[in-house]
């Protein structure tokens, strides 16, 4: 469709002139272009090129209808006139037979394209309805739909002579297809087949503008390059224009919400001689508005709803641009196509609130000043494709920050959860046998080779694996542990290497074994001296470095795997018995750690106690607590057959049994010896502390000194007299200023 316009200020309309109003071509859900009718010109509609408004279509008649001044009671308006057309000419889906008056909103059916007649600028970028009765459908004679912009508006572009007339080939619809923006990419934008050679060669040119400003926001790495980028490709695009970039920030797309006015555009271009000025709040606000549509505007002299004046007080504007900035995605295509196949009430797309995550990135405004070229829908077709490729580029960079701060946040807890985990795999102790473990632990963690583990039940193998694996290059893969003493032969071989679907019963679908869990990281065989014979066989092949299969499967598997062996046998003395393979105890014996007993470390005892103290005491939230001298005493004297392991459950025991704090004063509560509840084995007498039992376990007593065991007495009166020293001396025999001088004595000796 071409509309043709004055470019110089009209005068002031008589009074038989009818009040300026717009013809609204809605191209596709994407742009609009708007025609202002104003004074007393008469629009002629039709297929000759001799018409101000051109449509190219062979169902068109070259001069087909006619839009022009009338007057009625009312005073004057606008009507449209039938020009005796071969298709005639419907107003709302009535085809007229007379001229008819044109009413707000009214829509016009002309050779199978629609257009709307409005005087209201807030409806310029509103979706066009769609009627039931199919207008604005492709129609089966090869016409385009209004939605599939089967109108041409070549103002500017001089394609066609004044006089001549327009045939499609073959008598069918000739147009520019402009739908195909919707869902073609770039290249196909700017290669379509165009009726127009002038406008062939107008978009053969916009290419490499295009084309080479892609290639620059793929490299830009901020916000503020992506617009200097997108303003240098429309000062190319856009000659002689003055171009405004708004771009809403968190405070301005608030403002915006909450009714506040444009700030000041983040960019502008101006030809020397010129100055820009923002578009005007009623053109602006349905911009905003979810679904609105770039609006092309010409013939704007003197219009004030649709430019902004300037210091002398006059509108100096020839045509404007007006788009919004807003991402494609699948989501928005739909719900653009949903706008565009339900009916919009009148009305309904200004005047109601606005959420964030509905205005658009920013606008694009671009004026074109008066004497100069109307801008052009070539010219707005290159806008929005300049402002798509810049939203999906910002779009990217918001992602790519997202995606930063996100590893930025994994990271941080990745480093904090391996600080909590260093503290439980720490190994703690001062010992000289506790020390030799940690050197070898540290010598032997950088390399690949195989460790054994050896030690009594509850010294902490596990603990000395997970630490060879996390201090090892392997720390970031899998720490995978399997203890072989607790499956049966076939299950543990079903663990170790994994099983296909159907291999044995209750098969039910295919499990990757432990092996291929843990490729990459570390595998510790807890117990391994009691895996059967002809599994050791298997192991050793896949230690030799040979590939596998599952249990029922036929497909080879190799792993990446550094495994740990752990056993608190001796696996020398099986191999001479026969029950473990010698060959298999040279390939896991490339490097031995033996981990002491608890009783051979000395005052470690302690210092792992005060660790498990400090840990369930603020898991339990208990409060500060700490032992006495007693209590420590006791703890070492103690030879801790089930080690590190028994000496935690009877921490966590005496915790857990320990009174809280109820005066939330913080006070540091005291375990004494008889809160340690420590189970005897090998026959000895059973120990029982607290309230229950005061009298004491009688192993501990026998070596306890005289000294010792007269104060463990007294404070035990103590307490059953609830501190009352006069009772309890009183019950000992003694006076009360030598209990006082015991007591001072027992807290010297314990500080």
Not at 244 to 269: C, H, I, N, S, T
Request: net charge neutral; charged share 25%.
């Amino acid at each position: 469709m071409t509309s043709k316009s004055n470019t110089s200020e009209p005068a002031a309309a008589p009074a038989k002139s009818p009040p300026d109003a717009y013809l609204v071509v809605h191209r596709g859900m994407r742009w609009t272009d708007v025609i202002r009718l104003s004074g007393e010109v008469h629009w002629t509609i039709g297929r000759s090129s001799s018409n101000p408004i051109v449509l190219r279509s062979a169902q068109s008649s070259r001069q087909h209808a006619e839009i022009r001044p009338s007057i009625t009671a009312d005073g004057p308006v606008w009507a449209i006139a039938d020009l005796n057309s071969r298709n005639g000419v419907s107003v709302n889906s009535r085809r007229i037979q007379a001229p008819t008056v044109l009413n707000e909103a009214d829509q016009i059916e002309i050779a199978g394209f629609e257009l709307t007649f409005t005087r209201n600028p807030a409806t310029l970028t509103r979706p066009p309805e769609r009627n039931a009765n199919g207008a604005g459908v492709a129609k089966a004679d090869g016409s385009q739909s209004a939605d599939d912009g089967a109108t041409q508006d070549n103002l500017g572009i001089g394609s066609k002579d004044a006089g001549s007339d327009f045939d499609g080939a073959n008598g069918e619809s000739e147009v520019d297809v402009v739908s195909q923006i919707m869902t073609s990419g770039l290249a196909r934008r700017m290669n379509r087949d165009s009726s127009s050679a002038g406008e062939s060669e107008m978009r053969s040119d916009a290419a490499d503008p295009l084309l080479a400003m892609a290639f620059a926001l793929g490299r830009a790495e901020s916000i503020e390059e992506c617009g200097e980028t997108l303003m240098q490709t429309l000062d190319d695009l856009l000659p002689g224009s003055t171009i405004g970039l708004y771009l809403f920030d968190a405070e301005q797309r608030a403002a915006l919400v909450q009714g506040g006015g444009l700030a000041p555009p983040r960019l502008v271009r101006q030809p020397t001689g010129t100055r820009y000025r923002r578009p005007p709040t009623p053109l602006v606000e349905p911009i905003l508005q979810p679904q609105s549509a770039a609006i092309l505007a010409r013939n704007v002299l003197g219009d004030r709803r649709l430019a902004t004046e300037n210091t002398a007080g006059e509108i100096d504007v020839e045509s404007i641009i007006l788009a919004p900035l807003r991402p494609v995605s699948r989501g928005n295509a739909q719900s653009q196509k949903n706008a565009g196949d339900s009916k919009l009430e009148k009305g309904s797309s200004t005047g109601k609130a606005i959420a964030e995550n509905e205005l658009p990135v920013g606008l694009v405004h671009v004026t074109t000043p008066a004497g100069q070229p109307a801008l052009t829908p070539n010219q707005l077709r290159n806008v929005v494709a300049a402002g798509e490729i810049f939203c999906q580029a910002i779009r990217s960079i918001h992602r790519e920050a997202s995606l930063t701060r996100s590893l930025k946040k994994s990271e941080a807890v990745i480093n904090r959860l391996r600080r909590q985990l260093a503290g439980r795999i720490q190994i703690l102790g001062n010992s000289e046998p506790i020390r030799l473990v940690q050197q070898q632990i540290a010598q032997v963690a950088p390399t690949p080779s195989v460790v054994l583990v050896r030690g009594e039940s509850g010294v902490g193998k596990e603990l000395v694996a997970s630490a060879i694996h996390h201090a090892s290059p392997r720390r970031d893969g899998p720490l995978v542990c399997l203890n072989c003493a607790a499956l049966s032969k076939d299950l543990l071989e079903s663990e170790l290497f994994g099983h296909e679907e159907g291999a044995f019963t209750g098969a039910t679908q295919q499990k990757r074994g432990k092996f291929e869990a843990a490729s990459g990281g570390t595998l510790m065989l807890d117990e391994i001296g009691e895996m059967s014979l002809d599994l050791q066989a298997k192991l050793l092949r896949v230690l030799e470095g040979h590939s596998f299969e599952r249990v029922g499967g036929h497909s080879q598997i190799r792993v990446d795997v550094r495994v740990v062996a752990a056993t608190h046998r001796d696996l020398r003395v099986m191999v001479e018995q026969g029950t473990f393979r010698e060959d298999l105890f040279y390939r896991l014996n490339v490097v031995e750690i033996l981990v002491p007993p608890l009783r051979e470390r000395g005052r470690d005892v302690v210092l792992l106690a005060n660790h498990f103290l400090q840990t369930f005491a603020e898991s339990m939230a208990r409060g500060r607590l700490k032992f006495t001298a007693l209590a420590e005493k006791k703890l070492q004297r103690h030879r801790w057959p089930g080690n590190v392991r028994e000496l935690r459950n009877v921490i966590e025991r005496a915790v857990v049994m320990s009174p809280m704090d109820a005066s939330g004063e913080g006070v540091v509560g005291e375990l004494d010896a008889d809160d340690l509840m420590i189970t005897p084995v090998d026959g000895s007498p059973k120990e029982s502390s607290g309230k229950n039992s005061r009298s004491g376990g009688y192993a501990d007593d026998l070596r306890l000194s005289l000294a010792e065991l007269e104060m463990r007495h007294i404070r035990r009166v103590l307490e059953s007299t609830g501190g009352n020293k006069s009772r309890a001396s009183t019950i000992l025999g003694i006076e009360r200023s030598t209990l006082d001088r015991k007591l001072k004595k027992a807290q010297k000796n314990d500080s």
